[in-house]
Nanobody, 122 residues
Framework: QVQLVESGGGLVQAGGSLRLSCAAS????????MGWFRQAPGKEREFVAT????????YYADSVKGRFTISRDNAKNTVYLQMNSLKPEDTAVYYC???????????????WGQGTQVTVSS
């Protein structure tokens, strides 16, 4: 079992930055692909970014490409999401997830965190 805990969310003005962290416990995540998803009120959970086990391959949703960066530190069992140039439409609960393959599909992820709220004011 892998337990995931997100942190780093908060309230930020449009144009600002936040860095989310996802700390894993229970098992090393070094063999897992990791992903970030988000869910805004009244909307389905959507893909944000994913990274393979080594950190050598990353994919992003078009809506965040060029603004967000996913990274990982396997020695610290932690994954990060650096979010720059934030927009009000980025407001959502952000979740990290661990799975066997890099994917934008939720069903490919086996473990999920509880989420952290990100609110971007205009």
């Amino acid at each position: 079992q892998v337990q995931l805990v997100e942190s780093g969310g908060g309230l930020v003005q449009a144009g600002g930055s936040l860095r989310l962290s996802c700390a894993a416990s229970g098992r090393t995540i070094s063999s897992y692909a990791m992903g970030w998803f988000r869910q805004a009120p009244g909307k389905e959970r959507e893909f944000v970014a994913t990274i393979n086990w080594s950190g050598g391959t990353t994919y992003y949703a078009d809506s965040v490409k060029g603004r967000f960066t996913i990274s990982r530190d396997n020695a610290k069992n932690t994954v990060y999401l650096q979010m720059n140039s934030l927009k009000p439409e980025d407001t959502a609960v952000y979740y990290c997830a661990a799975g066997k393959v890099t994917s934008s599909r939720r069903y490919n992820y086996d473990y999920w965190g509880q989420g952290t709220q990100v609110t971007v004011s205009s």
